[in-house]
């Protein structure tokens, strides 16, 4: 597509219960990654994937958090068990190749009540 | 700990003046940097980035300095209009640790006056 898509934009749960986020890459991207950027704050590195190599798995807060990509296409981020800190918004952002310049998409905002 | 901060958390100028927007970094290894501007309900959009073997890189209205003694990041915007106003902030990286994912500041907030 013509940039990182991500689905939903908006999406509120309640407190315990599991959400998936969707994030679609740039065609062609090898590298994706997942920040989260609390209100009034910066982005906090997640995880990223490139190509068939390990995840850098580094900055996920909790095991409730995971996520997976497949082959160099869509990925899922999961979080369990929801607790109110988790609410922020999700950056998915995708470059092509691991050094190149990554590319943001609009976010899910989450809010857990 | 390493970090990358942004001295003032906000800055109004008037429509027609230069910006500079400042950005403190810690991590000595850091040796890949990034501005983004992040409008309002959308993700971080890239304006120009520097390697540390530069000290100054110019791009369509914008220049990013890079003094590596001090470790200190700017970005001048010149004859700054009303589409500058959003959320700006300095990412850094350090690629030749094979460590690809970005340390962002908190962002300053920069409001242009009419």
């Known amino acids: 597509g013509a940039g990182v898509s991500q689905s939903p934009s908006n999406k509120v749960t309640e407190k315990g219960k599991d959400v998936e986020l969707r994030c679609d890459p740039i065609s062609g991207h090898t590298a994706l990654y997942w920040y989260r950027q609390r209100l009034g704050q910066g982005l906090e590195f997640l995880i990223y994937?490139?190509?068939?190599?390990?995840?850098?798995k580094s900055g996920l807060p909790s095991d409730r958090f995971s996520a997976e990509r497949t082959g160099e296409s869509v990925s899922t981020l999961t979080i369990q068990r929801t607790q109110q800190e988790d609410s922020a918004v999700y950056l998915c952002a995708s470059s092509q190749g691991i050094s190149g310049s990554q590319h943001f998409g609009d976010g899910t905002r989450l809010s857990i009540l | 700990g390493e970090s990358v901060g942004l001295h003032l958390p906000t800055l109004s100028v008037q429509e027609g003046d230069n910006s500079i927007i400042n950005c403190a970094y810690s991590n000595s290894a850091s040796d890949y940097f990034i501005w983004y501007k992040q409008e309002s309900g959308k993700g971080p959009q890239f304006i120009i980035d520097i390697r540390s073997n530069m000290d100054k890189r110019q791009g369509q209205r914008v220049t990013v300095l890079l003094n590596k003694t001090v470790k200190h990041l700017s970005l001048q915007i010149a004859a700054t209009q009303p589409g500058d106003s959003a959320v700006y902030f300095c990412?850094?990286?350090?690629?030749?640790?094979?460590?690809?994912?970005?340390?962002f500041g908190a962002g300053t907030t920069v409001t242009v006056r009419a």
């Open positions: 990412a850094e990286t350090t690629p030749h640790n094979n460590d690809y994912k970005l340390s």
């Open positions: 994937f490139q190509g068939n190599s390990a995840p850098d």
